[in-house]
């Protein structure tokens, strides 16, 4: 199963909580009182997403953090990369591939296909869809509707 991480869930989370009030600073305690997250992971995520560019920060007594760019600007494979690294499906999909069988293997280059679909898909997908501040265009797969327009129509109790 593919899956991202709980921590990567709960980024997308604080980052949505300071995508609501982007001209406002948040302290870490602030976000985590609002997204209802332990401190210490509020913490941890603010200062990968620092790290990586996505958020910029200020000390004093009127500081905190802000998205360092708008949320339409901030796309989920940024997240991603930014708490996971980024996105590599098999080993040899990865930019330093170490796997020993990647010269004989016949399947590398499709997993390889795989892994940049996938990777453009989280690159359309922005913070602000993610946060529901802007809809998110219906996905149609062009594999599902091509078996929707050429399967035989089913009547009752047909499989």
Same mark, same amino acid.
């Given at each position: ?18 995508? !609501? ?12 009182e ?7 992971? &509020?913490?941890?995520? +603010? ?6 560019? +996505? ?7 009127? $500081?905190?953090?802000? +998205?360092?760019r708008?949320?339409? !600007? ?9 708490i996971? $690294? ?30 940049? !679909? ?10 602000a ?5 802007? &809809? ?10 091509? &078996? ?12």
């Amino acid at each position: 199963m593919l899956r991202i991480s709980k921590l990567t869930d709960y980024g997308t989370v604080t980052l949505a909580c300071l995508a !609501a009030t982007p001209d406002q600073r948040l302290t870490a305690t602030e976000v985590a009182e609002r997204t209802r997250l332990g401190l210490p992971t &509020v913490s941890k995520l +603010l200062k990968s997403f620092h790290r990586a560019g +996505l958020l910029t920060s200020t000390r004093g007594s009127r $500081g905190g953090y802000q +998205l360092a760019r708008p949320a339409s !600007a901030i796309s989920a494979a940024a997240i991603i990369d930014a708490i996971e $690294g980024p996105v590599a499906i098999t080993e040899c999909s990865g930019n330093h591939s170490a796997c020993d069988l990647e010269v004989s293997c016949s399947t590398g280059n499709a997993w390889q296909r795989i892994n940049g !679909a996938i990777r453009s898909s989280l690159d359309e997908i922005s913070l602000a869809q993610l946060a529901g501040q802007e &809809v998110v265009a219906a996905w149609h797969p062009p594999l599902a509707a091509a &078996v929707r327009t050429t399967a035989a129509p089913r009547g009752p109790g047909r499989f």
